[in-house]
């Protein structure tokens, strides 16, 4: 059992940054993989970044790959996600999971609990 709090989003221009970040409560966080999901408006929900339990592999969309680093830190129970040279179609409120499977991590069903999201919004 695990609960999962996204905070960091923002309003930023475009070619800014911004670092999300996910707290997570449970016993056992350290054995969970951990996800980010997004949701731009009016579309649906895509993979962004996943990173396996040690922290020892990662993986991201070819959307974000280059311009966005997932990292956990299990002793502070804490997922992040460094946005850079963020793009206007990054907006999306974005969604932090986690999953004890060993599933594919690029598809949300492999994933058991999910925060409420926090809004990133981009201007040109």
């Known amino acids: 059992q695990v609960q999962l709090v996204e905070s960091g989003g923002g309003l930023v221009q475009a070619g800014g940054s911004l670092r999300l970040s996910c707290a997570a409560s449970?016993?056992?966080?350290?054995?969970?993989?951990m996800g980010w999901f997004r949701q731009p408006p009016g579309k649906e929900r895509e993979f962004v970044a996943a990173?396996?339990?040690?922290?020892?592999?990662?993986y991201y969309a070819d959307s974000v790959k280059g311009r966005f680093t997932i990292s956990r830190d299990n002793a502070k129970n804490t997922v992040s996600l460094q946005m850079d040279n963020l793009k206007p179609e990054d907006t999306a409120v974005y969604y932090c999971?986690?999953?004890?499977?060993?599933?594919?991590?690029?598809?949300?069903?492999?994933?058991?609990?999910w925060g409420q999201g926090t809004q990133v919004t981009v201007s040109s």
């Open positions: 449970g016993r056992t966080f350290s054995s969970y993989a």
């Open positions: 999971a986690a999953t004890t499977s060993r599933g594919l991590l690029m598809a949300g069903r492999a994933y058991d609990y």
């Open positions: 990173i396996t339990w040690s922290g020892g592999r990662t």
